[in-house]
């Protein structure tokens, strides 16, 4: 049984740090690239962040550059999304979804809230 599981959300004062993580399992880890994205209330779901299956690679959306970093364990098979110099405007919830393109597989977490408000 395929599942992504996020934990870490909650809620921080703005500037404040939060560490996501995602625990995968049922599928081939190593294979899949990972991605964190976003949906913040009234609004669609957007790409935050997203590393290669190695690890070697990664990219992220210009809102959070420089501010959050994805990182991936595939002993562990864990994802991480670190974020810092947190905003108001980073409120959402926040998913995690492998992607296999090669073989068109797709698999999504039922996401963590963040709240970042004072």
């Known amino acids: 049984q395929v599942q992504l599981v996020e934990s870490g959300g909650g809620l921080v004062q703005p500037g404040g740090s939060l560490r996501l993580s995602c625990a995968a399992s049922?599928?081939?880890?190593?294979?899949?690239?990972m991605s964190w994205y976003r949906q913040a209330p009234g609004k669609e779901r957007e790409l935050v962040a997203t590393i290669t299956s190695s690890g070697g690679s990664t990219n992220y959306a210009d809102s959070v550059k420089g501010r959050f970093t994805i990182s991936r364990d595939n002993y562990k098979n864990m994802v991480y999304l670190q974020m810092n110099s947190l905003k108001p405007e980073d409120t959402a919830v926040y998913y995690c979804?492998?992607?296999?393109?090669?073989?068109?597989?797709?698999?999504w977490g039922k996401g963590t809230l963040v709240t970042v408000s004072s």
């Open positions: 049922g599928f081939t880890f190593s294979t899949y690239a």
């Open positions: 979804k492998g992607e296999w393109r090669l073989a068109g597989l797709l698999y």
